[in-house]
């Protein structure tokens, strides 16, 4: 079956730097898209990036763009996501998920379109992010 493990996760304070991976089984035979998501204490989860699988398109929601930085390595089923300028805001558990269908780039959809939790079936563990002096 389909896993999904999260790695990389910390302790960082404000303004500072972490990736995390995800280590995904049939990167390359089942799955559109890769995306993270987080829960912070007491918020619903939400969608956070994402990236196709097809040819490695990446979506951002708008609280993270010019910070966060999603990114693929085929040859070793990974995703990551760089997260630079860390902001206490950030501090959640962050899980990945792969989606099955997921629209084109072609599609006119926007962004947050594709980083709704209910269009992706298999999901991680969680890695804990604590951004905080």
């Known amino acids: 079956q389909a896993q999904l493990v999260e790695s990389g996760g910390g302790l960082v304070q404000p303004g500072g730097s972490l990736r995390l991976s995800c280590l995904v089984s049939g990167f390359t035979l089942d799955f559109k898209a890769i995306g993270w998501f987080r829960q912070a204490p007491g918020k619903t989860r939400e969608g956070v990036s994402c990236i196709s699988t097809d040819d490695g398109t990446p979506y951002y929601t708008d609280s993270v763009k010019g910070r966060f930085t999603i990114s693929r390595d085929s040859a070793k089923n990974t995703v990551y996501l760089q997260m630079n300028n860390l902001k206490p805001e950030d501090t959640a558990v962050y899980y990945c998920?792969?989606?099955?269908?997921?629209?084109?780039?072609?599609?006119?959809?926007?962004?947050?379109?594709?980083?709704?939790?209910?269009?992706?079936?298999?999901w991680g563990q969680g890695t804990q992010v604590t951004v905080s002096p």
């Open positions: 998920a792969a989606a099955s269908d997921f629209p084109g780039a072609e599609s006119d959809v926007p962004d947050w379109s594709r980083l709704q939790i209910f269009e992706y079936d298999y």
